[in-house]
């Protein structure tokens, strides 16, 4: 239990940067099979101001090994894969992407063998129609600090969505349909 509670969550030190913040990862339905080794994030957020947080975009780079055990997972059992980048400071997640083509080479891996994912990432604006303009400003402000300024990410997690999951996910739906349409007979 305590090494899969470990191989869930790792924690490294930022590889050719300043950051020496840990910074905590998941790989969600893979923290049994992979460990991030290093990482390194890139973005053009200092040549950006906080008004154009849309405009930055950058990449996240990991190495990552494949652990020893048996694979529970095929690359045609991945149906979709994202990641987000957050901060403690934000309620909003830092900047987000796709992944589902990196995620599926990973699990062609051997036990002992080593991926770098080189992973493009978009920074969205924070602005909610709901907040005052001091808040929307804020809001803006921290998300563009912590994209500037070293020891200020958190955590990167991964969101895997596996074909299961979705079959899964359809039948709740269409049960959850069948008992309202249920409903409305009566």
């Known amino acids: 239990m305590l090494f899969s509670l470990a191989a869930a969550i790792v924690a490294l030190a930022s590889c050719g940067g300043k950051q020496t913040k840990k910074v905590q990862f998941s790989l969600d339905e893979l923290d049994d099979f992979f460990t991030v080794k290093s990482y390194t994030i890139e973005s053009n957020a200092k040549e950006k101001d906080l008004e154009h947080l849309e405009e930055i975009s950058g990449t996240l780079t990991l190495v990552v090994v494949r652990n020893e055990g048996e694979m529970k997972y095929k690359p045609s059992d991945i149906e979709d894969a994202s990641f987000t980048g957050d901060s403690s400071l934000s309620q909003y997640y830092l900047f987000g992407g796709e992944c589902k083509a990196a995620v599926k080479q990973l699990l062609k ?78």
């Open 109 to 186: 891996l051997k036990p002992g063998d080593s991926e770098t994912m080189i992973l493009n990432f978009k920074v969205s604006d924070p602005y909610s129609e709901y907040k005052s303009a001091e808040e929307n400003q804020k809001n803006r402000q921290i998300k563009y600090d912590a994209l500037t300024q070293n020891n200020l990410i958190d955590q990167i997690l991964f969101d895997i969505d596996t074909k299961q999951e979705a079959k899964e996910e359809a039948k709740e739906l269409l049960e959850l349909f069948s008992s309202i349409d249920d409903d409305d007979d009566d």
